[in-house]
Each structure stands twice: as C-alpha cells, then as structure tokens.
C-alpha cells in the first residue's frame, strides 16, 4: 500500500485546538402523537481535531441518527451541536449544503452510479465540493488515492465490473478525495474481507495521524476497536461509558 504521500489534508500538523464537532443537550424523535418514538436522549458528545471515534451499541441505540445530525444530513431538533464553528441549530439550508461540503461521508451501502467510471465518479465529487481543478490534477490525485486502497486497475471501470467489496472502496476514495477535515463513516468495513478491512483501517489512520483529520465512525466490527483513540457505547439512544 502506498504512503498518504500526496494528500495533504487542511489540518495536517495543526495542534489540537477547538474540537471539531461538540453536541450538546442533544434529543430527537420520530413521528409525532401517539407515534413519536424518541430515540436520542440529552446526549453530550465531543470529536476533537485530529481524533478517530468509534460508536458503537445494538441496533436501534441511535448510532446512526445522531451520525446524521452531526453530518447535517437532517435538521436537528432540540440542544446544540457545533460542526466546525458552525452552530447546526436553525441552520438553513444553504448552510446544511455548505457543511456537508466539508465532510467526508461513508455508508455501508457504496451508492455509485451504475454509468460511471471510478475517474468520473471522483471527478464529480470534486466538481460537487466546488473544487475544479484542471483534469490533469484530478487524475493524479485519484490515481494516488485509489492506489492506496489498492483500486488503482480499476480507474476507468464501471460498478458492474467490480465486486461489493471493491465498489465499497472506491466509494471510500469518493469520500476521501476531497480532502475533509471530518469524515463520517457508517459500518464501512461491513462488505470488506479481514485483509482488506486492515487496509482501509490502516489508511483512515494516516489521515488522523498525517493528516490531521478527524473521524467519527459508527460500527459493529470489533474487529477494528484498536484502531481508535476511544470507543463509545451507544445504548437506549444516549451514551455510556467508554469501552
């Protein structure tokens, strides 16, 4: 596997400074009358700079609701959360956008789009982001980036030509081209084998520690708990202590 090599993150050799995301007094629920079912619970929760978080606790325990809070994915509806020195609380729209533009997402399920290339899918996300450099440039960095993650063969194929397992990684490169202060990654080792799952882990570690960048990951592989600065449990929709 390469080095992080050309990849130069925003907050490489930052000290720590203010925490990238702060949540505070945080509740939220589904539905409304006799349907609401609230899922997160006054629940506090601190990501600083240059730090990798995993959370983790049963299905259902609103791992990945408040994920989606913190990523500007939903509105959030009582208490305070911080992404970035921007207060998310009756943020509008626009500004949800403009946040989001600076995270770095993975889901379990890849969500590329069946008729393009690897090259085309990065190159979008960098025309998405408002990034455009010349195609020169995009190329080289997504030659980079999917050589570290071991996809480099696959620059110009489309989804149908490769298995789950490497749509799962060049998804990964999706999140990662852009070069995010945060990333946010939900079960993104859940489709990848032992090997490749270390691979990745050991990749999203650089980025912490060369890089600068901070990651908040919601997952259930135990698999990849050592890889973290903490592990937090999630149970009953607010959060425990550490394991």
Known sequence: MNELGSLQFPLAGAARAAPV???RNVDHAFDTGAARKQVL????????RGEFVILTGPSGAGKTTLMTLI??????????????DTELAGLRAAGQREIRRRIGF????HNLFDALTSFQTLS????????RPPRSEVRRRAVSLLAMLGMEAYLDSKPRQMSTGQKQ????????????????ADEPTASLDAETASLVIKLLRQLVEI???SILMVTHDNRIFSAADRVMNMIDGRIAAPL
């Open 124 to 131: 979008l996300a960098m025309e998405v982001s408002g990034r």
């Open 71 to 84: 990523g500007a994915l939903r509105s959030l509806q009582s208490g305070s959360i911080r992404v970035l």
């Open 21 to 23: 995301v702060v949540a």
């Open 41 to 48: 619970f006054d629940v506090d929760f601190t990501l600083e």
């Open 211 to 213: 890089g600068g960048a």
């Open 106 to 109: 993975i889901f379990q399920d």
């Open 169 to 184: 990684r060049i998804a990964i490169a999706r999140a990662l081209i852009n070069e995010p202060p945060i990333i946010i």
